[in-house]
Protein backbone atom coordinates (compact mmCIF):
# COMPACT_ATOMS: atom_id res chain seq x y z
CA UNK A 1 0.00 0.00 0.00
CA UNK A 2 0.89 3.71 -1.32
CA UNK A 3 0.70 6.51 1.25
CA UNK A 4 1.49 10.21 0.72
CA UNK A 5 2.25 12.44 3.05
CA UNK A 6 2.29 16.07 3.40
CA UNK A 7 4.19 18.38 5.03
CA UNK A 8 4.84 22.45 4.91
CA UNK A 9 1.43 24.17 5.50
CA UNK A 10 1.26 26.91 7.91
CA UNK A 11 0.32 30.26 8.54
CA UNK A 12 1.60 33.20 6.43
CA UNK A 13 1.23 37.14 6.14
CA UNK A 14 -0.04 38.25 2.16
CA UNK A 15 3.11 38.18 -0.04
CA UNK A 16 5.21 35.87 2.07
CA UNK A 17 6.13 32.45 0.90
CA UNK A 18 5.50 28.54 2.03
CA UNK A 19 7.29 25.15 0.65
CA UNK A 20 4.52 22.37 0.23
CA UNK A 21 6.37 18.46 0.29
CA UNK A 22 5.12 15.49 -0.09
CA UNK A 23 6.81 11.87 -0.16
CA UNK A 24 5.39 8.59 -1.44
CA UNK A 25 6.11 5.73 0.94
CA UNK A 26 5.47 2.16 0.43
CA UNK A 27 6.17 -0.86 -1.87
CA UNK A 28 6.39 1.38 -4.99
CA UNK A 29 7.17 0.35 -8.68
CA UNK A 30 7.31 3.32 -10.57
CA UNK A 31 5.39 6.94 -9.90
CA UNK A 32 3.82 8.80 -12.77
CA UNK A 33 2.65 12.24 -13.11
CA UNK A 34 2.34 14.05 -9.51
CA UNK A 35 0.20 16.97 -8.57
CA UNK A 36 -0.94 19.22 -5.76
CA UNK A 37 -5.10 20.20 -5.63
CA UNK A 38 -6.86 22.51 -3.26
CA UNK A 39 -9.91 23.21 -1.70
CA UNK A 40 -11.03 26.27 -0.09
CA UNK A 41 -13.98 26.32 2.16
CA UNK A 42 -17.06 26.30 0.34
CA UNK A 43 -15.40 25.61 -3.18
CA UNK A 44 -14.80 22.48 -5.09
CA UNK A 45 -10.99 20.95 -5.46
CA UNK A 46 -9.36 22.44 -8.13
CA UNK A 47 -5.98 21.53 -9.57
CA UNK A 48 -3.00 23.93 -8.71
CA UNK A 49 0.02 22.10 -10.42
CA UNK A 50 0.99 18.86 -11.83
CA UNK A 51 4.32 17.62 -12.92
CA UNK A 52 4.64 14.13 -15.48
CA UNK A 53 7.63 11.96 -14.48
CA UNK A 54 10.06 14.04 -16.91
CA UNK A 55 9.04 16.82 -15.53
CA UNK A 56 6.87 18.56 -17.84
CA UNK A 57 4.48 21.02 -15.80
CA UNK A 58 1.46 22.58 -15.78
CA UNK A 59 -0.35 25.40 -13.70
CA UNK A 60 -3.72 26.97 -12.90
CA UNK A 61 -3.84 30.72 -13.90
CA UNK A 62 -4.26 31.71 -10.53
CA UNK A 63 -1.02 30.47 -9.21
CA UNK A 64 1.10 30.75 -12.36
CA UNK A 65 4.00 32.65 -12.03
CA UNK A 66 3.96 32.35 -8.14
CA UNK A 67 4.08 28.82 -7.60
CA UNK A 68 6.79 26.14 -8.62
CA UNK A 69 5.81 22.56 -8.79
CA UNK A 70 9.04 20.20 -8.73
CA UNK A 71 9.72 16.53 -8.09
CA UNK A 72 12.65 14.12 -6.73
CA UNK A 73 12.05 11.25 -8.57
CA UNK A 74 14.90 8.97 -6.28
CA UNK A 75 12.78 10.13 -3.61
CA UNK A 76 9.40 9.68 -4.54
CA UNK A 77 8.96 13.31 -3.47
CA UNK A 78 6.94 16.04 -5.26
CA UNK A 79 7.18 20.08 -3.51
CA UNK A 80 5.33 22.93 -4.56
CA UNK A 81 7.29 26.32 -3.63
CA UNK A 82 4.42 29.52 -3.11
CA UNK A 83 5.27 32.67 -3.26
CA UNK A 84 3.92 35.94 -3.29
CA UNK A 85 0.79 34.51 -1.60
CA UNK A 86 -2.52 35.71 -1.25
CA UNK A 87 -5.32 35.23 0.89
CA UNK A 88 -7.28 33.28 -1.60
CA UNK A 89 -4.81 31.06 -1.80
CA UNK A 90 -6.01 30.08 1.85
CA UNK A 91 -7.00 26.43 1.18
CA UNK A 92 -6.13 22.86 2.36
CA UNK A 93 -3.64 21.23 -0.12
CA UNK A 94 -3.36 17.60 -1.43
CA UNK A 95 -0.66 15.77 -3.35
CA UNK A 96 -1.84 13.30 -5.60
CA UNK A 97 -0.32 11.26 -7.92
CA UNK A 98 -0.72 8.06 -10.01
CA UNK A 99 1.42 4.97 -8.23
CA UNK A 100 2.15 1.66 -10.10
CA UNK A 101 2.72 -0.62 -6.05
CA UNK A 102 5.26 -3.32 -6.36
CA UNK A 103 2.34 -5.79 -5.93
CA UNK A 104 0.89 -4.76 -9.11
CA UNK A 105 3.17 -3.05 -11.21
CA UNK A 106 1.09 -2.57 -14.78
CA UNK A 107 -1.83 -1.41 -12.72
CA UNK A 108 -1.97 2.67 -11.64
CA UNK A 109 -3.63 3.81 -8.65
CA UNK A 110 -4.99 7.31 -8.05
CA UNK A 111 -3.02 7.95 -4.56
CA UNK A 112 -4.43 11.15 -2.37
CA UNK A 113 -2.24 12.35 1.01
CA UNK A 114 -4.32 13.88 3.82
CA UNK A 115 -4.37 17.18 3.01
CA UNK A 116 -2.04 19.97 4.45
CA UNK A 117 -3.95 23.59 5.52
CA UNK A 118 -2.32 27.11 4.35
CA UNK A 119 -3.31 29.95 5.81
CA UNK A 120 -2.94 33.34 4.11
CA UNK A 121 -3.73 36.59 6.29
CA UNK A 122 -4.38 39.92 5.08
Known amino acids: QVQLVESGGGLVQAGGSLRLSCAAA????????MGWYRQAPGKQRELVASITRRSSTNYSDSVKGRFTISRDNAKNTVYLQMSSLKPEDTAVYYC????????????????WGQGTLVTVSS
Open 26 to 33: GSIFRINA
Open 96 to 111: NAGVNGSDHPLRTKDA
